[in-house]
Nanobody, 124 residues
Framework: QVQLIESGGGLVQAGGSLRLSCAASGRTFSSYAMAWFRQVLGKEREFVSGISYTGVRTNTADSVNGRFAISRDNAKNTVYLQMNNLKPEDTAVYYC?????????????????WGQGTQVTVSS
């Protein structure tokens, strides 16, 4: 069982930056691949970025590639999403997700554990 708590969301102007954090409970965090998804009200939850259990492999959606970066610190049981050059279309609720697997998935169905989400709002 893993519990995930996101933080770091907020209101930022276009072109600004935010760093999201996701703190995980439990002593086996390093066994889980992690990901960030986002969802706009009325739309499907979409994959943003994923990271393998060691942090060696990462992937980022085309829509945020070059602006967002995922990382993890297994000693702190935390995964991060650094978001730079934010755009109004990045406005969404961002969710952290975990799966007991070495590698990430870009499918929502691939994750058993989810955080409660953190709101990111980018003003133009």
């Amino acid at each position: 069982q893993v519990q995930l708590i996101e933080s770091g969301g907020g209101l930022v102007q276009a072109g600004g930056s935010l760093r999201l954090s996701c703190a995980a409970s439990g002593r086996t965090f390093s066994s889980y691949a992690m990901a960030w998804f986002r969802q706009v009200l009325g739309k499907e939850r979409e994959f943003v970025s994923g990271i393998s259990y060691t942090g060696v492999r990462t992937n980022t959606a085309d829509s945020v590639n070059g602006r967002f970066a995922i990382s993890r610190d297994n000693a702190k049981n935390t995964v991060y999403l650094q978001m730079n050059n934010l755009k109004p279309e990045d406005t969404a609720v961002y969710y952290c997700a975990a799966r007991l697997d070495r590698d990430y998935s870009d499918l929502r169905s691939g994750y058993r554990y989810w955080g409660q989400g953190t709101q990111v709002t980018v003003s133009s």
